[in-house]
């Protein structure tokens, strides 16, 4: 168990632990009821470690919650598929990232967090208005631009919520393919579709 | 502030500000960081009064997010819409359950704190399997049955999240009649499109 800041090629290993633990206990026990001592034990490593690496416990917060730069990434690069394939594309997206541990622990975090902490309650709708919603480029104005893509995000956190967090059946065990042919056509409406009432 | 049960005839006021005060608290801060005291507290109650009503904190944790019985009522109405007016009826049901403060407390008080107690965590998924999924008669078969309406739970649950809890726009402002026309056809593909992948 080390007890100061290990060489620099650890620093990543041993920060990685550090945030792993951090997400677990947030989303167990909330912002009050997490102590740096019990992120730290679960860690493996020094409380002192954290607070050299994170600064204080917002900052581990802040760290815990924050999803990769790869995740960004790929929201860009769906945002960027021809409109016409944007419906399927938005659900494969889904499925990828959250079978990527780094990107999908984020996540999860993210949600159960924000449950009962509100600056995690903020970050999350940051990351549905900046992730998902501001990426967009549907509709013809900007009103209509976000109400699309807000329709789009309903329905991917509600599918991943079921899927991923909640794991209720049959959601949680259909395949790649049925989950496709079952939600794409259904996002495609909110891409490109006659919403509006008549 | 009564010290002690009041008579047969305050007891009901009494036991709903106790649960209003109990949700708001589980909510917050999980059941680990909730004490009767502070339920107490709130609710201007004596502690005692909570035990005498509810026997302990796993009473109270039951009673704070057992949906009230007319919300069971309303989905079994729901459920016997004729099938091809389904999809309209499912989210007119939502904004009713919701826009009802003694159903809408409860379904958020249940989202909230299922986020970091695991109790309250199977309880939303029998919400979920037994009240939204258990209700329906789709499909052919029992696999069809409740893939449909774990598709139909996906969208109205992420829906509820994003409109009512995470007050995210413009989902929270969205008219009734602009939401029935965004998302019941949508609803209406899961009760008797096609889904299946070719």
Redesign the interface.
């Known amino acids: 168990m080390p007890k100061h800041p290990g060489p620099r090629d650890e620093r990543g290993v041993l920060a990685a632990r550090i945030l792993s633990a951090a997400r677990d206990e947030f989303?167990?026990?909330?912002w009050?009821?997490t102590a740096i001592r019990a992120v730290a034990r679960s860690a493996e490593v020094d409380p002192a470690l954290i607070y050299h690496y994170f600064g204080s416990k917002e900052g581990l917060l802040d760290a815990a919650t924050t999803p990769p730069q790869k995740w960004l990434d790929s929201v860009t690069q769906t945002w960027a598929t021809p409109k016409a394939e944007l419906g399927e594309r938005l659900i494969r997206n889904v499925l990828e990232i959250w079978a990527d541990e780094d990107v999908g622990s984020v996540l999860r975090a993210v949600?159960?967090?924000?449950?009962?902490e509100t600056t995690t309650?903020d970050k999350?709708?940051l990351i549905?208005?900046r992730g998902l919603i501001g990426e967009s480029t549907l509709g013809d104005d900007e009103?209509e631009r976000?109400?699309r893509s807000?329709?789009i995000?309903?329905?991917?956190?509600?599918?991943a919520?079921?899927?991923y967090v909640?794991k209720?059946?049959?959601?949680a065990s259909?395949s790649d393919?049925?989950v496709?042919?079952?939600?794409g056509?259904?996002l495609q409406?909110?891409v490109d579709?006659d919403?509006?009432?008549?």
Chains 1, 2 share one sequence.
Do not use: K
């Open positions: 989303a167990e026990h909330g009050a009821g949600v159960l967090t924000a449950a009962h309650r999350l709708r549905v208005e009103d976000l109400r807000g329709l995000s309903s329905q991917l956190i509600g599918f919520l079921l899927r909640w209720i059946e049959p959601i259909m393919d049925e496709v042919a079952a939600l056509p259904n409406r909110y579709g919403i509006a009432p008549n």
